[in-house]
């Protein structure tokens, strides 16, 4: 059998433990308790330093609800990609493009290339703007937060914000970025690990800060429901459900993690897991966040942690939670870069070979995106504006948009009457959302 370029775009993200075990039932390929990290190193990004935000605009519980609303979905579309996907008898339409390409044709296909590239540069140019926040600080002239940096060595020339952008770029992420094709998978599953577990101790001081400044009565009492004055404050209320949905898209990493497992259902416990998993910590980091720093709570948190809490302890786990996160966005910064990079392209080359394998174009490509991305990051150093021009449209489009569309298309059959009324209905919520939350911000704007 001949296998196109077309079937390289969602070859497994890393080499399988035994690529010469192709029998799904026989031993071998990643574990699921790598592919539950995978996808949670997928999902919690740059979204989770958001998510205490969108606690302050819309009150507690209804955040909380939106957070496992979105939380399921999520798990519905993903679970819709992984059927249909294993449905085809075409290795070629094993993957989200192929998946899309079957249903609606090449037009579908490229649509989605073209969402995923927006998504994962759009991820990427957030994760060194909030590294740049974490270093060098953030704010305007009302309200003003210092990076670690300028805390420890004062203002020098080396520590603006574009110079030490520009040197995580260069001696950090550009290094890992060319590194990581070279891991074997298991060697990505404790690394997953170290991301994941680097979140959780960003989770994990957040609650101790609060717990403790709510001890002492530092804190004030968050608002468990949104204020609504008027009908702007009602619409504004929309803006942040493309925060949480952005912070929920994993969707262009599934095909690529499912390649590495024994047998792609374990994708589903995976996900599902996964999914649990994330939920709670962006619940535990979004209450905790917003009851440490109630109204002055800003759309990067991390910015926030600039905070003295009195004590040398106080500022010890402070610079903790900010470095730590820092470190994991470094970390991570590999994962949306490869998607990036392999449709970028298969965008551009479609009938040229393997991109691994073929260094001319994959150290070139590698560093024109990363000098892209670094010039956006200086040019709009503002998260929430990349967030919620993501979460309105590329984000929903691949989470939610697509995979429902592909099950309302339903050119296998398998799809069942629940099935297409859950896709109804998700993609019904995601374009009602969608269309709100770009009113609200273009009437912010014009006002």
Not at 193 to 203: G, K
Not at 399 to 419: E, H, M, N
Request: a neutral charge.
């Amino acid at each position: 059998m001949t296998i196109t370029k077309d079937a390289g775009i969602f070859t497994p993200l890393l080499p399988e433990l035994n690529p010469n075990n192709q029998d799904e039932d026989s031993g071998g390929g990643a574990s699921v308790s790598g592919a539950v990290f995978n996808v949670s190193t997928s999902t919690i990004g740059a979204g989770i330093v958001s998510i205490p935000a969108t606690l302050k605009v819309l009150g507690v519980i209804p955040a909380i609800i939106l957070i496992l609303v979105i939380a399921i979905l999520s798990e519905v579309s993903a679970e819709f990609l992984i059927r249909f996907t294993k449905s085809s008898e075409n290795l070629k339409k094993t993957t989200y493009a192929g998946v899309m390409g079957e249903s609606f044709g090449r037009a579908g296909s490229i649509l989605l290339q073209i969402c995923i590239m927006i998504t994962n540069l759009g991820c990427l140019i957030i994760y060194l703007i909030i590294i740049g926040d974490v270093l060098c600080g953030s704010g305007n002239n009302e309200s003003m937060h210092s990076g670690m940096l300028q805390e420890w060595f004062g203002l020098q020339w080396w520590n603006t914000r574009s110079f030490a952008i520009l040197f995580t770029v260069i001696f950090v992420v550009n290094p890992w970025v060319l590194f990581l094709v070279l891991l074997a998978a298991e060697s990505l599953r404790f690394t997953s690990a170290v991301w994941v577990l680097l979140a959780v101790v960003f989770v994990a001081i957040s609650t101790v800060l609060a717990i403790s400044a709510l001890w002492h009565g530092k804190t004030k009492t968050p608002r468990l429901l949104p204020v609504l004055e008027n009908k702007a404050s009602f619409f504004e209320l929309f803006t942040a459900v493309p925060i949480i949905v952005s912070a929920f898209t994993f969707h262009f990493n599934v095909h690529p993690i499912a390649a590495e497992l024994r047998k792609t259902s374990e994708m589903v416990t995976a996900v599902r897991i996964s999914l649990v998993l994330c939920a709670a910590v962006y619940a535990a980091v979004g209450f905790f966040g917003y009851l440490l720093f109630g109204d002055s709570t800003m759309s990067d948190i991390l910015s926030n942690f600039d905070h003295n809490f009195g004590s040398s302890v106080g500022t010890l786990l402070n610079d903790t939670v900010r470095l730590s996160y820092a470190l994991h966005l470094m970390l991570v910064f590999p994962l949306p870069n490869f998607s990036l990079r392999v449709n970028v392209d298969e965008f551009l080359f479609p009938e040229w070979p393997f991109l691994s394998s073929h260094n001319i174009r994959f150290v070139p490509l590698t560093c024109i995106l990363l000098i892209f991305v670094y010039i956006a990051a200086i040019a709009i150093p503002n998260i929430w504006f990349f967030f919620q021009f993501l979460g309105s449209t590329t984000s929903l489009c691949v989470a939610f948009i697509f995979p429902g569309a592909i099950v309302l298309r339903d050119v296998q059959g398998v799809a069942t009457r629940r099935d297409k009324i859950l896709a109804v209905l998700m993609i019904a919520i995601a374009v009602i959302a969608s269309t709100i939350a770009i009113y609200s911000n273009i009437a912010s704007l014009l006002g």
